[in-house]
């Protein structure tokens, strides 16, 4: 039994206070429910959960724009930090939703009492709107869903043919395990902002075909742009490559000055409304997406060269973190924090097996054949084109490169990547590229045909997709949760690594110290402090400034000790690059997993964790 340990021999030294190794016996607990959401998943639902119990909606938004639990001993504002204006709408929406049927008297959910068998307490589940955990998830299906009758318009409009709008979604589905990651981790950012990237591409591609812009247009671009970069803080990366896109249209000629001026007025209105919605969050400012639109604005001499180095004075530091993190993928340059994300498999290169699946699926060979007609079109002569009709395609090549260059140096960006070849492939419909051939052969039978091909390979992937079936279950997280709501103060302080953290605030409501969203300056130094756990320094500079962030316990996972991702990528080795001086000293988390005094003191521990209370001696 995971609950159950071997009795230690005795040894001359005094034996250290026991472990509690058998927590009390769990009551029917919501706890269990919740340890599902995961690391940044479980950060942000908690911020969800905490509106929907509040006394009030705006008791509710009080209590996260005051946060004193995310970042003890500071308080901020979630919303200014985090990116949270989908769970405050969800929230709204699912309060609303609840006092309606309550009103109406109708039930929203249906729950039942799970007997997990000796040991083990018995669990409620529920499903039904009614189950705040159902709602959330459902709102975000239902969004995804929406967004491939997005796709099927957006490739219908782009290739000019219906046709082109279902291959765009046959090959989204053929290669839905490439595309998206909302089946596994649905509160993740890109759940709720990429479908609104899908609605601005397409206004985008409405606006480079049409000859003349109507205000109503670049208002519906400026707020889709919006809705966007709300709800996730890499959506400003994405933007960039669009800008850097478009430019390169004009400079080729594809798009006039005017045309280009009123849309990045767009993008300008859409950064300054996020800036002023987020409370002044200074990411949206200091990035390179900021930066281009100031260059291209002084390009058309709309500000002076003096006020623009200001404002990349005033960037510089901003952009630093994304500096190192762009060398340490063309130079390896090595520091703790670059580490931190290139040992990480999502911001790892793309894996090599990715461009082979997309191959079987015949996804790859038909973008490739499209880009190379769009590449032979742009060769020729000027005369044949028209701007109106031709500039929204040579976008749509330029993007497809940027986001191969995103999707290439860090993995997890190929969900931009797989999609917009889905897009690009319903060209393969366009009479404007294949008319030549369309006197030949029938476009119905030529797509058809495609598509037989690309089914073989793209129904097995759906199969495979749909036989993953299971339930998720984490006893020794399970142990730890209940050991704290039941063994420790409410305002007892944690500190651990990233993931742990977010379920102990989620589950255990919890002070903690760190937590998973790591592109913030300050809780990377944070997040810093606590892992010296995992370095080689000596326990009682260690303890010291655990003690200096207010820390009472400590969850130890003796796996981070040891897990290493690849060579170069286990903790120890990364403090080497930060502390080469310790390098060749026992880790740390070796000692304590051995006998953690004097400066500290297990309180429990099981097969993963092992809690340690920082002694105040």
């Given amino acids: 039994s995971l609950l159950q340990k071997k009795k230690k021999k005795p040894t001359k030294k005094p034996n250290p206070p026991k472990p509690i190794t058998n927590p009390p016996k769990l009551t029917i607990s919501s706890a269990v429910s919740l340890m599902a959401f995961r690391t940044e998943m479980g950060l942000y639902y908690s911020y969800f959960k905490t509106i929907v119990e509040a006394p009030s909606f705006w008791n509710g938004m009080w209590m996260i724009m005051n946060d004193k639990v995310t970042e003890y001993p500071l308080v901020i504002n979630t919303l200014k930090r985090f990116n949270l204006y989908p769970e405050v709408v969800l929230a709204s929406w699912y309060r609303i939703y609840t006092g309606v049927m309550d009103f109406i008297g109708l039930q929203t959910k249906t729950c039942w009492t799970v007997n997990r068998g000796e040991r083990l307490s018995p669990v409620e589940s529920c499903e039904g709107l009614g189950d705040p955990a159902s709602f959330y998830v459902a709102v975000i299906f239902l969004l995804n869903g929406l967004m491939m009758s997005l796709f099927f318009i957006y490739g219908t409009y782009l290739s000019g043919s219906r046709l082109g709008g279902l291959v765009t979604v046959l090959c989204y589905f053929f290669n839905h395990g490439e595309c998206t990651r909302v089946m596994w981790t649905p509160p993740l950012r890109e759940s709720f902002s990429y479908p609104f990237l899908v609605l601005q591409m397409l206004l985008l591609t409405y606006i480079l075909r049409t000859p003349n812009i109507n205000r109503g247009s670049l208002i519906a671009l400026c707020v889709s742009n919006v809705f966007f970069m709300l709800p996730w803080q890499f959506a400003q990366f994405v933007l ?136 032979m079109k742009v060769s020729d002569s000027f005369s044949e084109l028209t701007i109106s009709s031709f500039g929204g395609l040579v976008y749509h090549a330029l993007q497809l490169l940027a986001y191969t260059v995103l999707g290439i140096l860090i993995m997890r960006l190929k969900l931009f990547l797989t999609p917009h070849l889905c897009v690009m492939a319903s060209l393969v419909c366009s009479k404007q590229l294949f008319g030549w051939l369309f006197g030949k052969i029938q476009p119905k039978t030529l797509v058809f045909a495609i598509l037989a091909i690309m089914a073989i390979e793209g129904s097995a992937n759906l199969q495979n997709q749909w036989n993953i079936m299971g339930e998720f279950s984490n006893l020794p997280q399970e142990e730890l949760l209940e050991w704290i709501k039941s063994s420790t103060r409410q305002d007892a302080v944690f500190a651990g690594a990233m993931p742990t953290m977010a379920s102990v605030k989620l589950s255990a ?108 001696e």
Wanted: charged share 20%.
């Fill in 240 to 375: 960039l490559t669009q800008i850097a896109s478009l430019f390169a249209l004009y400079v080729v000629g594809y798009i006039d000055s005017l045309k280009l001026q009123k849309i990045l007025c767009a993008h300008m209105a859409s950064l300054a409304l996020c800036f002023i919605l987020m409370f002044g969050n200074s990411m949206l400012l200091t990035s390179y997406y900021a930066a281009s639109l100031a260059v291209i604005w002084v390009s058309f001499g709309r500000i002076h060269f003096k006020c623009l180095g200001m404002y990349f004075c005033t960037i510089s530091y901003g952009l630093a973190h994304i500096s190192n993190l762009l060398k340490s993928k063309f130079f390896g340059y090595k520091d703790f924090d670059t580490l931190m994300y290139t040992c990480a498999a999502e911001f790892d290169f793309m894996e090599k097996e990715t461009p082979i699946r997309y191959t079987k699926t015949l996804l790859l060979p038909v973008v490739l054949v499209v880009f190379g007609i769009i590449i």
């Fill in 509 to 616: 409501l919890r002070p903690i110290v760190n937590h998973p969203h790591y592109e913030d300056a300050g809780l990377r130094a944070r997040t810093k402090i606590v892992y010296s756990m995992y370095s080689r320094k000596p326990a009682k500079e260690v303890k010291k400034e655990l003690l200096r962030l207010g820390v009472n316990y400590y969850i130890l996972e003796e796996s981070w000790c040891i897990r290493r991702t690849k060579p170069g990528c286990s903790m120890p080795e990364i403090w080497d690059v930060e502390e080469p001086a310790n390098a060749g000293k026992i880790p740390l988390c070796n000692l304590m997993s051995k006998d953690p005094r004097p400066y500290f003191n297990t309180v429990f521990q099981n097969s993963i964790y092992r809690v340690l209370k920082v002694t105040r």
